[in-house]
Structures are given as structure tokens and as C-alpha cells.
């Protein structure tokens, strides 16, 4: 019954993968086991600290403008599998360029310092400080037309993006054309069907 099926086109045809079970149940407990031991220890893991310590790297932005920029990349663009220093990583050409453009500086400095405000203003808080994500995207949309947010969101997703460190953890096995394209490498291997 799980035998692997034959291409229906030849040799040259498509491959067929068996629909087999590949999770037992032993697996699947230990699995759970490990996931509800990360949940209890990721709280403190991918808190406030660690960014408080990739903040302190950024000597144009300041300590408090880098740790709401850098919480606020995290909203942007929600990856829990990519740890703050990737994050940080994408915010520095944004660093290095306000360093240049004193326009750019007083863009972010302004926003950063509105956010803050507001956030203080409708939850008592910094953007930064603020424990609930739904919070803080609720106050990103009311932001979202803003030159500022369009500024970090723009910058943010060609930096975050474009770092090949982070594509592995995306499931991006990177540019094709090189190999011979997507075609002879797998793009139909559909083993979920």
C-alpha cells in the first residue's frame, strides 16, 4: 500500500511521491513536549532584554530610539523564528544613512519620539514597553500612511530580506538560475498532496 507509485509519464514524467505517515506517536509527544518547554522559556528568551543589548550597538539612533525601532521591525514583519540580531542587522544601513541625511535623522527621530507618545498617551507606555503585540499594531495602523513608518517598512524589507543568513530559517533555498532553475530542482516535489 505504500509503495512508491511510478511516473505516469515515462521516465521524463513527474514525481509521485507515497502518501505515507511520517510522524509517530512517540514523535509527536516528544515534539509537543519540547514546543511547551520553548513556550515557557521563549517569553524570556525574546524579551525586552536581549533587544535592550542590540540597542546599546547603535550609536546614531540612541538606546531608546533603536529598541522601539527594533520592536517595532518585529511587528512589521513577525518571523518568531529569526532572533533580534537579524532585526538589527536589517536597521543598521537605516542607521548609517541617517548618520548622512540630517533630513532622514529629524524623519525618525520625530516618528520614533510620536510613537512613543502615543503609545504613552493611549496605554500609559512606550511603543516599546508595551506587553501586548495587539497593542502595537494597533497603533502601527494608525501610522501606516505616515512617512516615517513607510521610511522603516521600505528600508526594512529589502535589508531583512536580502540577508542570506536569514533565508535558511525562512525556508528560501535562494536564487535558482544559477543551477539551472526551479524546473529540474524540485519545485513539483509535493509530498502535503
Known sequence: MNEPLKPACGAGGMRVLPKTITVTRRGFLHGGAVALGAAAVAPAALGAPAARGLARTFSVFGEAAATTLLRMARDVFPHDRLADRYYADALRPLERAMAKDKALAALL????????????????????????????????????????????????????????????????????????????RGFDDIDWL
Open 109 to 184: 527621530r520625530d516618528g520614533v519620539r510620536d510613537l512613543d507618545r502615543a503609545a504613552t498617551a493611549r496605554f500609559g507606555a512606550a511603543y516599546a514597553a508595551l506587553p501586548a503585540e495587539a497593542d502595537r499594531v494597533a497603533l502601527l495602523e494608525t501610522i501606516e500612511a505616515t512617512p516615517f513608518f513607510q521610511k522603516v517598512r521600505g528600508d526594512m524589507v529589502t535589508s531583512l530580506y536580502d540577508n542570506k543568513a536569514v533565508w535558511p530559517l525562512l525556508g528560501y533555498e535562494g536564487s535558482s538560475w544559477e543551477q539551472g532553475g526551479y524546473l529540474t
